[in-house]
Nanobody
Framework: QVQLVESGGGLVQPGGSLRLSCAAS?????MAWYRQAPGKPRYMVAQ???????NFADSVKGRFTISRDTAENTVYLQMNKLKSDDTAQYYC????????WGQGTQVTVSS
């Protein structure tokens, strides 16, 4: 089973920034970040392909960027101009996702 370890979450004020990291135990061609708020379904917010192409959910376009370090099997999510609606548990996974998930990392945007 591939190991996925997310980190970098925390409490931040509206308008602030956070950078999330995801370390995978193996190389994965297409990776994505997903998020799930309490009582809501999990959905993809950012995806990066093996060639570096990216896709973003409309809700984060222009504020979030996704990047990767292929040598380290690590994917990053830079989140800027954070809003309270961005509060959620964030997960990384393949795209499409494996049938299991890591622990995720909590992002809370609040004043």
């Amino acid at each position: 089973q591939v190991q996925l370890v997310e980190s970098g979450g925390g409490l931040v004020q509206p308008g602030g920034s956070l950078r999330l990291s995801c370390a995978a135990s193996v190389s994965i061609d297409s990776m994505a970040w997903y998020r799930q708020a309490p009582g809501k379904p999990r959905y993809m917010v950012a995806q990066i392909g093996g060639g570096g192409s990216t896709n973003f959910a409309d809700s984060v376009k222009g504020r979030f960027t996704i990047s990767r370090d292929t040598a380290e099997n690590t994917v990053y999510l830079q989140m800027n101009k954070l809003k309270s609606d961005d509060t959620a548990q964030y997960y990384c996974n393949a795209y499409p996702p494996f049938g299991y998930w890591g622990q995720g990392t909590q992002v809370t945007v609040s004043s």
